[in-house]
Each structure stands twice: as C-alpha cells, then as structure tokens.
C-alpha cells in the first residue's frame, strides 16, 4: 500500500510539472511521462488557472485571423497565456493542446476537435475557426465561429 501511495506522488508531482512547465512543447513532451493518460480530467482542468491569459493580454494579440491556434488549448478551449501549445497534427489539419493528455484526446475524440458557432449553431472545425476570447469568460475561455464576420455579430 505504501509502494503505492509513493508511486501516485512521483506520478502526480511528474504531471504537475509537465503541464504546468515553461519547456517549449517539444521538449516538453519529450520529458512528459507516458503515465500522464492516467491523470483525471478534473486535476487535468487544475493547472489552468495559472496559465490562463487576461482578457486585454490576449486581445493585445488578436489578427485578423482571431487568436492565433498554437496558443490556445483546444481540449479545455481556454487561451493559454500567450503560451505555444503542442501542435497535433491529424486528418492534415493542425490542432493544439496544453500537454499529452490533450494531445491524445484531440485524435481520439472528434467531439474537441470541432465546436458551435454561438451566432448560427454550425458546427466548426477547430483548426479552421475565428477564435476570440469569450467576453465575460473565466481563466481565457474562448469561443469559435465559422468567421470574423459571425464574431463581429456576436460582440456587438
């Protein structure tokens, strides 16, 4: 029992880390254990608060394309605070998550890879969508719409 309860720790203390590191994303996850796909998604959503961005942060970067994808975590659909994300490449589309866990979620669940655009309820492909931080949102959530122009009848 003791073995165990040390094993959870080391395991715990190596995913903290790994997610909540200022590597690049390739060295990243290089070092980031294959243990990590045992982590919960309620401790996964944990670390966010501490890497998501403010509201005036992340409108300071917004182009005309929206966010720019490689920073925002398209698993917990949150900007990550100006941080670049791991790109998953999947169906020659390129998809970005926060760590591992959200890496092996975007190419085994198509449900995070797309989302509803708040103004006509299409679905939208992450990888192809307007991104803009939701208004009034919490910890950097963003939103995704088919285009700038649907994002420009959402906030007005």
């Known amino acids: 029992m003791k073995k165990n309860l040390n094993y959870i720790v080391v395991v715990a203390a190596v995913l903290f880390v ?4 200022e590597k690049a994303p390739q060295t990243q996850a290089a070092t980031t254990s294959e243990t990590s796909t045992e982590m919960s998604s309620a ?7 501490s890497t998501a961005a403010t509201a005036q942060q992340a409108t300071e970067l917004m182009t005309a394309d929206g966010l720019p994808k490689d920073l925002v975590c398209m698993v917990n659909n949150a900007y990550m605070g100006g941080k670049t994300q791991f790109p998953v ?3 020659d589309k390129m998809y970005y998550g926060c760590c591992e866990m959200c890496v092996k ?8 890879r ?7 309820g299409q679905e939208v492909d992450k990888s192809e969508a307007f991104i803009a931080l939701k208004p ?8 995704y719409f088919a285009s700038e ?3 420009k009848k959402y906030v007005q």
């Not at 979620?105 to 995070?112: C, E, F, H, M, S």
């Open 114 to 120: 797309f989302a509803k655009d708040p103004v006509t």
């Open 136 to 143: 009034g949102g919490a910890n950097g959530d963003v939103l």
């Open 43 to 49: 401790s996964h959503a944990g670390h966010m608060a």
């Open 105 to 112: 979620t975007i190419k085994n669940d198509r449900g995070v």
């Open 149 to 151: 122009e649907n994002y």
């Open 18 to 21: 790994s997610c909540s590191s």
């Open 89 to 91: 490449p999947f169906d």
